[in-house]
């Protein structure tokens, strides 16, 4: 596992100010790794993005991690869902609205394009809009125009767009409730996050930093995983993705009694999916997988893949060479 404070998997509990950069994120998982580069082109770009991904997967953090590593990294990340609103809150969202446009409008406020000027604007769920709404956005984004409620005054906001859905494209696409126009308009590149059940080389890391980031937050000291435990995550399916892994470890360090957390204290769905594949064999029975031993696992594997050169190793996981010495030697 990295460093605390350097290059990570996507988690979901990041809570910095300033938001995630690309340049926190690693993956073991090809699928991920691959989503991760082509992030870091787009954000080199200006051309707007879609993210497809399961509920759960971290759409949101990456748009932010996007826009953190873009030029626009010091303008305005708006992050807006567009899940069940009507036509009129939309509209009053997105574009804002001018005093006594509808009842109950006492003041003048800016939508979230106007707040987003210069900046990016996050929308989620986008698939879930009305086709009078979906039209509305296709000017805005291909003209940066729009008008608050209430007003005919012509506003203009200068914005990049990121958009986000649940729905896989193979279904996004084929809906005759979403406008063609509109998705060629919004998807200059697209950014797919593989589900966690597909990502099992990242599991072991995901779980150490969220017992990591649980154990500081809770005031604990937690070293790791019994090994019935660790069987227990591995073979689990985890339909909620990297949200349900935050919310069963931080469960699940709230209620280790000691400083192992034994499979008891794992609160999961009943009934799990397929066991995972493997990438590397079990840890002997009666091991525990402490948050060093997955640390060191990290980095051999990141040497592998460098084909055993410790320099380039050493600057892939942004440490020294003393530091990745160490790693190596730990136990």
């Known amino acids: 596992m990295p460093r605390p404070d350097r290059k990570r998997p996507m988690l979901l509990n990041r809570q910095d100010a300033a938001g995630p950069t690309l340049a926190d994120f690693h993956s073991e998982d090809a699928a991920m790794a691959a989503c991760l580069k082509r992030a870091r082109a787009a954000a080199a770009t200006d051309l707007p993005v879609l993210i497809l991904g399961e509920s759960g997967t971290g759409k949101t953090l990456l748009a932010h991690a996007v826009h953190n590593s873009s030029r626009r990294a010091a303008r305005a990340f708006i992050s807006f869902n567009a899940a069940a609103l009507s036509d009129g809150l939309l509209d009053s969202q997105l574009f804002g609205h001018e005093r006594g446009a509808f009842t109950g409008a006492q003041n003048r406020v800016r939508g979230k394009f106007e707040l987003a000027d210069g900046g990016s604007l996050f929308i989620d769920e986008i698939a879930d809009m009305s086709p009078s709404a979906q039209g509305k956005i296709l000017r805005a984004v291909e003209y940066g125009e729009f008008e608050r409620l209430g007003s005919e005054d012509l506003q203009r906001a200068d914005v990049r767009l990121i958009s986000a859905t649940h729905y896989p494209i193979q ?161």
Do not use: C, M
């Open 171 to 331: 279904r996004f696409t084929a809906s005759d409730g979403f406008r063609r126009d509109l998705f060629f308009r919004i998807s200059g590149i697209v950014l797919t996050i593989p589900p966690l059940r597909e990502r099992p080389r990242d599991l072991p890391f995901l779980v150490a930093a969220e017992i990591a980031g649980a154990s500081r937050k809770q005031g604990k000291h937690i070293v790791g995983l019994d090994q019935a435990a660790a069987d227990k995550l591995l073979a689990y399916s985890w339909p909620g993705n990297l949200r349900e892994l935050s919310k069963v470890i931080q469960a699940a360090v709230a209620l280790a009694e000691g400083d192992v957390i034994d499979s008891d204290a794992l609160l999961l769905e009943a009934t799990p999916g397929p066991p995972a594949a493997r990438t590397a064999p079990p840890p002997p029975a009666g091991e525990v997988l402490t948050l060093a031993e997955a640390e060191r696992r990290h980095v051999v594997s990141v040497l592998e893949r460098l084909g055993g050169n410790k320099a380039r190793a050493a600057r892939a996981l942004a440490v020294s060479r003393s530091t990745l010495d160490r790693k190596l030697a730990s136990s």
